[in-house]
C-alpha cells in the first residue's frame, strides 16, 4: 500500500463523517509486520494529519510474530498500539499449519518474538485458532500459555471462510468436544494465579451478565453497516464482515462497494447494489431474532461466515456460531452457576473486628 | 532366549509426547533370583529393529479400544499438574510423617479429572500411592503387603486364579507416573499371563500349569530366567497404564541420582459386578 493511497484513506475517512468517535485502526490480512516500521511511521504521521479533531486512534497489529527484533519493539512500544500476535500452542498443534514455505514450522520464530516483548515489557494478546485436533490438548494450551508468559487469550474457531472451504470442526459430535475443551480450559484458566484471561469466557460472561447483550435493533460490529471499514492495498472498500472484501459473488455483483478515489460514502449508500446487501443482511439477522434464543447474546452473527457456509445472508446457523457462540455462552453460563453455588455454599465471612481477635 | 511377541507399547490416544522408541525401550540380559525374588540383570541394550517391530504397533491409524487394552499405553501429565505435585510437596513439608499430606486428595482428584477428559479413566475405586526410593536401591512392590523390594511380579495379587486374569473385577496395579524430576524405568516381561503359560507348556508339556498368578509368575522367571526383560524409561511427569491382563513388572530405579518419585495407582478394592 502506497502512501498516496494511505493518504488518500485517511482523507476519505475523515471527510466521509464516518469517524465521529474513538476507533481502532486494525492492520490486518497477510503478516502487517512484512512492511518496514517506517511505513507505519509514515502512515501515523498521514492519520494524524488528516485527524483534525484529534479522534482517539488505537492501531491494532495482528502478526505472527516471526519478524519481531528491536526495531519493531521500539515502534510497537509507543502508546496507543495494540498487538495481538497469532500462535496456535506447542509445536505439535501450531506447526502442523503454520508453516514456512520451505514445510519448516514457525513456532520457534514466533517464540523469539514473543520473548523479545517481553523483554521490551510489550503488552499482547494472542488468538489461537481451534482445529479439531486442539480439542484434545486444552491441559497442553494452558500450559503452552503459562511457559510463554501469555496472559490473554482468544480462541478462533477454524472457520469455512473464502478459499477455505472446510472445517476440521465440521465433523460429526464437534459442539460437545469443544464444549468439553472449553470446560476444562475455562477451570485451569480461571483457577490459575494471576487467572488467564480467555476472550471467549469474557465476552459470554459480559452478555450473560447484560452487560453486552444485543437489545432490539441492536446490531454487532460485523453486520452494522460501516460500523467497520475495510480497505485493501489499492483503495478499495466494503464494510460489514472483513473476509468478504475482495470475495467474487456474482449474484452480489463482488463485496466491494467503491474505491476510496473516486466514491464517497454517500453515493455508495445510495447505490442500488449496497441497499440490495443491506437487505439481505437485515433478513438474515431478523431470521436469527425470530428463531434462536442466543440472539441477545450475538446479534445475528457474523454475515461473512452465513454467506460462506449457506451461501446466503439471508439465513441463519452457521458452525460459527454454533461453537463460538452457542457453545461458549453455555460454558460460560455453567461456569458463573458453578461459581454461584461456591459463593453459597461459603461461610459468611466474619466482621474484620473478629478476625482480629486471638484466638480463644 | 529371544523376546517374542507380547503386549505392545503405545502412546495412549489424545496423548502427545515423543515416542523416541529405540531411546525409551532397552532390552534385558534376563533375571536373577534373590531369596525366592527374581530382579532384573543390570545388563541392558538397544533393542533391534526386529525386537522393536514385536514391542510396537505396526499399523497406521488410531489404535483399536480392544488393542488399548492389551497395551502399556503412556501418558504424560501436564506442566501444571507436575508443578503442582512439588508445590504440594514444599508445602507439606515437614508435616510429612506425621500421618497426613495436605492437599495429596485434591492433587489426585485433578489427576483423575485430567486422564478422565483424556478418556483414560481410573477404575472405581481407585487408590493412588506415592512410593519414594532411594536411589541405586530396589524400589517397594505395589500392594498392602509389600513391606520390601519383592523384585518382579505380577500386577495382580498373586493368589488370583490364572484362568480368569483378565477379567477386570481382580485388584490390580492399574498403572503408575513418574512424578520425579529425573527419569525412572519400569520393567517388564513383555509376555501376558496365557503366553507365559504357553511357553512353560511348551518348555515343560509334563508339567502341571500353576494355579495363580504368583505360582505363574514365580514358575515363569524360575524357569526362564534368559528370557529378556523390557525396560521401559519414563520422563518426568511421564506414566504408563498396564493392560487388562496380568503383566510380570516391577519399579527399576539402578541408574538414578535422585529419588525416585513413583505414584502407583491401583485398584484394592472390587467394584461390584
Not at chain 1, 516471526?66 to 505439535?92: E, K, M, Y
Not at chain 1, 475443551?181 to 490459575?192: C, G, K, N, V, Y
Not at chain 2, 526410593?133 to 517397594?140: A, D, F, L, M, T
Request: with cysteine; glycine share 8%.
Amino acid at each position: 500500500m502506497s502512501a498516496e493511497i494511505l493518504d488518500r484513506i485517511f482523507g476519505w475517512i475523515f471527510d466521509s463523517g464516518l469517524a465521529r468517535e474513538p476507533f481502532t485502526l486494525l492492520w490486518h490480512a497477510g503478516e502487517p509486520l512484512v512492511l518496514p516500521v517506517a511505513f507505519y511511521e509514515t502512515a501515523t504521521e498521514l492519520l494524524s494529519r488528516h485527524n483534525g479533531e484529534g479522534i482517539p486512534v488505537i492501531q491494532s497489529f495482528q502478526t505472527n510474530a516471526t519478524l519481531i527484533d528491536a526495531g519493531w519493539c521500539a515502534f510497537l512500544r509507543q502508546p496507543n498500539l495494540h498487538l495481538g500476535v497469532s500462535v496456535d500452542g506447542p509445536d505439535f498443534l501450531h506447526d502442523r499449519y503454520r508453516r514456512t514455505r520451505q514445510g519448516r514450522g514457525t513456532l520457534d520464530r514466533v517464540l523469539q518474538g514473543i520473548h523479545l516483548l517481553h523483554e521490551h515489557g510489550i503488552p499482547f494478546e494472542v488468538i489461537t485458532v481451534l482445529t479439531a485436533d486442539a480439542l484434545d490438548y486444552p491441559d497442553e494450551l494452558f500450559d503452552f500459555y503459562l511457559a510463554n508468559g501469555i496472559g490473554s487469550v482468544a480462541f478462533n474457531v477454524e472457520e469455512i471462510e473464502g478459499p477455505h472451504t472446510a472445517s476440521s470442526l465440521q465433523r460429526a459430535g464437534t459442539p460437545d468436544r469443544f464444549r468439553r475443551f472449553l470446560t476444562r480450559f475455562l477451570t485451569l484458566a480461571r483457577s490459575a494465579e494471576p487467572p488467564l484471561l480467555v476472550r471467549e469466557f469474557e465476552t459470554s460472561a459480559s452478555a450473560l451478565l447484560a452487560r453486552r447483550r444485543c437489545g432490539p435493533g441492536m446490531r454487532t460490529q460485523e453486520n452494522k453497516p460501516w460500523a467497520i471499514v475495510n480497505v485493501d492495498c489499492e483503495g478499495n472498500f466494503s464494510t460489514y464482515s472483513p473476509e468478504l472484501l475482495g470475495i467474487p459473488s456474482p449474484k452480489h455483483d463482488g463485496f466491494t462497494l467503491g474505491n476510496v478515489s473516486t466514491d464517497s460514502v454517500e453515493a455508495v449508500v445510495a447505490s442500488a447494489r449496497f441497499q440490495r446487501l443491506e437487505d439481505e443482511i437485515s433478513r438474515g439477522i431478523e431470521m436469527c431474532r425470530e428463531s434462536c434464543s442466543y440472539f441477545p447474546f450475538c446479534g445475528g452473527g457474523p454475515p461473512a461466515n452465513k454467506f460462506f457456509e449457506n451461501g446466503t445472508f439471508a439465513s441463519t446457523e452457521t458452525l460459527f456460531c454454533r461453537l463460538h457462540k452457542k457453545v461458549c455462552v453455555d460454558v460460560a453460563l455453567a461456569l458463573l452457576e458453578q461459581d454461584a453455588k461456591t459463593a453459597e455454599a461459603a461461610p459468611p465471612l466474619e466482621p474484620a473486628s473478629q478476625t482480629e481477635r486471638a484466638p480463644a | 532366549m529371544n523376546l517374542q511377541p507380547g503386549c505392545r507399547f503405545i502412546i495412549a490416544p489424545h496423548f502427545h509426547l515423543r515416542a523416541d522408541w529405540s531411546r525409551r525401550l532397552l532390552v534385558g540380559a534376563g533375571v536373577e533370583e534373590v531369596n525366592g525374588c527374581f530382579f532384573p540383570l543390570h545388563s541392558w541394550r538397544p533393542p533391534t529393529s526386529d525386537e522393536l517391530a514385536l514391542l510396537l504397533r505396526t499399523s497406521e491409524g488410531p489404535t483399536p479400544p480392544e488393542e488399548l487394552e492389551t497395551s502399556v499405553c503412556l501418558f504424560q501429565l501436564p506442566g501444571h499438574l507436575w508443578s503442582q505435585w512439588w508445590t504440594l510437596l514444599e508445602q507439606a513439608a515437614g508435616d510429612l510423617g506425621k500421618g497426613g499430606f495436605p492437599g495429596f486428595d485434591s492433587f489426585v482428584r485433578q489427576v483423575v479429572h485430567f486422564l478422565d477428559f483424556k478418556d483414560l479413566p481410573l477404575p472405581e475405586g481407585a487408590r493412588c500411592t506415592v512410593v519414594v526410593s532411594k536411589p541405586g536401591e530396589r524400589p517397594v512392590n505395589w500392594g498392602p503387603e509389600a513391606h520390601g523390594p519383592e523384585g518382579l511380579l505380577s500386577n495382580l495379587p498373586p493368589s488370583v486364579p490364572r484362568r480368569g486374569a483378565e477379567e477386570l473385577h481382580w485388584p490390580r496395579l492399574w498403572g503408575a507416573i513418574n512424578l520425579g524430576e529425573e527419569e525412572t524405568s519400569v520393567v517388564l516381561i513383555n509376555l501376558p499371563f496365557r503366553q507365559l503359560e504357553a511357553e512353560l507348556c511348551r518348555r515343560f508339556p509334563h508339567q502341571t500349569a500353576p494355579a495363580s498368578a504368583g505360582a505363574l509368575s514365580g514358575q515363569f522367571l524360575h524357569s526362564c530366567p534368559d528370557y529378556p526383560p523390557v525396560r521401559l524409561i519414563l520422563g518426568p511427569g511421564e506414566g504408563y497404564r498396564l493392560p487388562r491382563g496380568g503383566l510380570i513388572h516391577d519399579a527399576y530405579v539402578a541408574d538414578k541420582q535422585e529419588p525416585d518419585v513413583l505414584m502407583l495407582i491401583s485398584l484394592e478394592i472390587s467394584p461390584s459386578p
